[in-house]
């Protein structure tokens, strides 16, 4: 069965800070994996998605992931942070066979300082 | 509108009362789930309908919860019975229908069982 362990649930930062926010997958197929962002009282929003191919995504809003098939790794970065950016960012992995849902991790807020 | 569209945006009934939560999803899309995230949690899946197909129902928690889908359009989800664990943000999302397009999600539905 697929899971997802986002090992983080607050990761607190300085503005024009690097970030990372960790995602560790286990899936029984090849695994699609994705991120996404939930602002306040939104629904969610699709950063990147790893299909195949090359192994570093990017997205939108300067967010890159890197999937890591020995370390079971799809850890989410942004070289520099904004006040903007501060959100939940969930982690996502497709369920297997011809189910098309997605499982989400619990989560990560990510809160950026002045 | 362009996105998917939940209604309402807010619900608070009585424990026991029954709970009827709407999506319209965008236009064109095939693919529709249904997603339970409750305070501090990830996102569960419930229910997922994809064209004229039997519904995928293995995410549903109990028999007080059913869905429909008329056609490729809205669907309704309906709790009946309503217990106080049943609190939380329904969300749904909607696809173009194969597995890796990207699933677009609505606001939510915020349902409080007093």
């Known amino acids: 069965a697929q899971s ?36 306040p009282n939104q629904g969610l929003q699709l950063l990147l998605k790893y299909l195949s191919g090359s192994t570093l995504v990017k997205g939108i809003n300067g967010f890159e992931a890197e999937f890591n098939k020995s370390q079971t790794s799809f850890h989410l970065r942004k070289p520099s942070v904004h006040i903007s950016d501060t959100a939940e960012y969930f982690c996502a992995v497709r369920a297997g066979g011809s189910q098309g849902n997605l499982i989400f991790g619990k989560g990560t807020k990510l809160s950026v300082k002045p | 509108g362009a996105g998917v569209s939940q209604s309402p945006s807010n619900k608070v009934t009585e424990k026991g009362k029954d709970v009827e939560l709407r999506c319209d999803p965008i236009s064109g899309h095939t693919a529709l789930y249904w997603y339970r995230q409750r305070l501090g949690q990830g996102l569960e899946f419930l229910i997922y309908f994809q064209g004229n197909s039997a519904p995928d129902k293995s995410g549903l928690p109990s028999d007080r919860f059913s869905a429909e889908r008329t056609g490729e359009s809205v669907s309704t989800l309906t709790i009946q019975r309503t217990q106080q664990e049943d609190s939380a943000v329904y969300l749904c999302a909607s696809s173009r229908g194969q597995w890796h397009q990207p699933q677009h999600f609505g606001d939510g539905t915020r349902l409080s069982i007093l």
């Open chain 1, 4 to 39: 997802v362990t986002q090992l983080d649930s607050q990761v607190p930062v300085f503005e024009e800070a690097p970030v990372e926010l960790r995602c560790n997958y286990s899936s029984s197929v090849p695994p699609y994996l994705f991120w996404y962002v939930q602002y």
